[in-house]
């Protein structure tokens, strides 16, 4: 498979625990971005990355989250001290970013985060 | 600030029929607008992507158009199937400050065909 995937599918943890979710881009793909979607809304920009280097930082992108790409390959995102309302499913998606290229986002299959 | 609009936020047709789902976003400076389609508890699948200088996209069954001056984007669905139910997202990739890719989205109309 040589889409965009994410690992795990499904996380339930309890309130305060840390977790760490990844994401696999599309091979070339140089740019990697992640959004967080909740039920009945669009995703959220939440940062993105140009090769390794971290670009943009939503402010939805708390202390509590961290994101890493350090081979400009997978990357990871992780959130400290989970709070309940950081229930909601973590999208990641990657692109083929320059000049005179369309920039189309491609999507994983997401993380669905429950925080009892 | 750029905010996406989509209308309806629900729609059921008959099989067979033919339909037409909008997308309205108030800053004309946008690079592309993409739409997606979502199943429930899935991740998002791209459609199509209109390039701003482009006025529309065809895959399929799909037309896509685009009218930046006036904000706007249609998503065409010819002769409707069952396996078109999904929620459809319409998203912009604005052209302005230091915003270098990330995608703005509406919250989506979702589509029932009823056999």
């Known amino acids: 498979d040589t889409g965009v995937s994410q690992d795990p599918r499904h996380k339930i943890t309890k309130r305060g625990q840390n977790v760490t979710f990844r994401c696999d881009p599309i091979s070339e793909h140089n740019r990697l971005y992640w959004y967080r979607q909740t039920l009945g809304q669009g995703p959220e920009f939440l940062t993105y990355f140009q090769n390794e280097a971290q670009l943009e930082k939503s402010r939805l992108l708390s202390d509590r989250f961290s994101a890493e790409r350090p081979k400009g390959s997978f990357s990871t995102l992780e959130i400290q001290r989970t709070e309940q309302g950081d229930s909601a499913m973590y999208l990641c998606a990657s692109s083929l970013g320059g000049l005179a290229v369309k920039n189309e986002q491609f999507f994983g299959p997401g993380t669905r985060l429950t925080v009892l | 600030k750029q905010e996406v609009t989509q209308i309806p936020a629900a729609l059921s047709v008959p099989e067979g029929e033919n339909l037409v789902l909008n997308c309205s976003f108030t800053d004309s400076a946008i690079y592309n607008l993409q739409w997606f389609r979502q199943d429930p508890g899935k991740g998002l699948t791209s459609l199509l992507l209109i390039q701003s200088s482009q006025r529309e996209q065809t895959s399929g069954r799909l037309n896509a158009s685009l009218d930046k001056s006036s904000g706007r984007s249609t998503l065409y669905i010819a002769a409707s199937q069952p396996g078109d139910s999904a929620t459809y997202l319409c998203?912009?990739?604005?052209?302005?400050?230091?915003?270098?890719?990330?995608?703005?989205f509406g919250k989506g109309t979702k589509l029932s065909v009823k056999p």
């Open positions: 998203a912009v990739r604005p052209a302005y400050g230091g915003s270098q890719g990330n995608l703005i």
